[in-house]
């Protein structure tokens, strides 16, 4: 369904969603009425789901990103999933296969939110929790 000139649309947009559809077009040699009807398609068939903002967390007052993997305790998983849409802390968050069920990435503001973060998570389950130090490669 995505062809090459398609995938050169999205290589383009994920480098910068805010791209016009001029310049995508100028670089791959399509018109921008063509690459507009293009990422028309490409929304139409929900390739393209969402256009984001990438955040610098550390510059709007957290100070701490990690990945905390939750363990499940028996019976918690439904009430996990219904329930952490409450949670302004969890940026992303992944269902993973393993012994453990829930992968997060998460954003805090210094050691003591984190400590009631992983407070408020023990009532669903076993945490462990992985600082991040820095991002070594991204999409």
Known sequence: MVDQIDQLILNALNYNSRISFADIGRKINLSPSAVRERIQKLEDHEIIKNYTAEIDYSKVGYGIEAFIILKL??????????ESTKFKEIKKAYRITGSQNIHMKVVLKNQLHLQEFIDQLIDYGDTTTHLILSEIKSD
């Open 73 to 82: 305790h028996s019976g918690k998983l439904k009430l996990f999933l219904n």
